[in-house]
């Protein structure tokens, strides 16, 4: 007996076939036949079922190439909905590795953008971000205090964020991010630090 669908992907539709026509089922095919970096899905989401369907889409998708969604002024206000953005915020999509590329771990895809202005509840933001902050220190959001600063004014965070261009990892975290071959090319072509001078050397005869 086959095991029960999650719970995030009971909804209305089975397949994304089965949504009615519009712009959100072209969203939808766009995810199957092409392979968008980025979905414009701002008042196309109606709730629960729309939500459970895009994850399963993008979850069946390979590879994945999805790593920013807008979901702005759509109808997520609900608890269910609100679960569902928090597994959309933790899901770690592997892709194949790339012939000739050594990775240190998997190849994955993660959502780095989520835009959720108008479409949640105050309220929710502290849930979705705990879900959003567990995929790893590197994920910024809107407010987000930097150590030995004050704290920055509070205001609603509907705009969520990850590898911000300024975020420059420690020599362990960039090590893990470049791939083996980059880390072994790098060492290679470091310039050897010269002796210092320290009066130890031999002396030059008069």
């Known amino acids: 007996m086959a095991a029960a669908a999650p719970a995030y992907f009971e909804g209305q539709y089975d397949l ?11 969203v939808l ?8 970096t980025s979905l414009a899905l701002d008042s196309l989401i109606k709730g629960e079922n729309d939500l ?3 994850i399963k889409t993008l979850r069946d998708k390979s590879p994945h190439t999805v790593t920013t969604i807008s979901m702005r002024f759509c109808d997520l206000r609900s608890e269910k909905a609100v679960e569902q953005i928090c597994v959309l915020c933790s899901e770690d999509w592997e892709n194949e590795k790339p012939a000739g590329i050594i990775f240190h771990g998997k190849n994955l895809c993660i959502i780095e953008h989520l835009y959720l202005s108008g479409s949640i509840e105050e309220s929710a933001i502290k849930t979705i971000l705990e879900a959003w902050k567990g995929q790893g220190h590197q994920h910024e959001w809107p407010g987000k205090e930097t150590e ?11 705009t969520f964020r990850r590898k911000l261009k300024s975020y420059k990892p420690t020599t362990e975290e960039r090590a893990g991010l470049m791939p083996a071959w980059a880390l072994e090319n790098e060492a290679a072509n470091k310039p050897k630090k010269g002796k210092k001078g320290g009066g ?5 005869k008069k």
């Open 29 to 36: 095919r766009t995810i199957v036949e092409e392979s968008p």
């Open 148 to 158: 030995g600063a004050p704290p920055p004014p509070p205001k609603p965070a509907f």
């Open 16 to 26: 994304w076939e089965d949504v009615p026509d519009g712009p959100f089922k072209d």
């Open 200 to 204: 130890g050397g031999k002396k030059k």
């Open 52 to 54: 459970a369907i895009l």
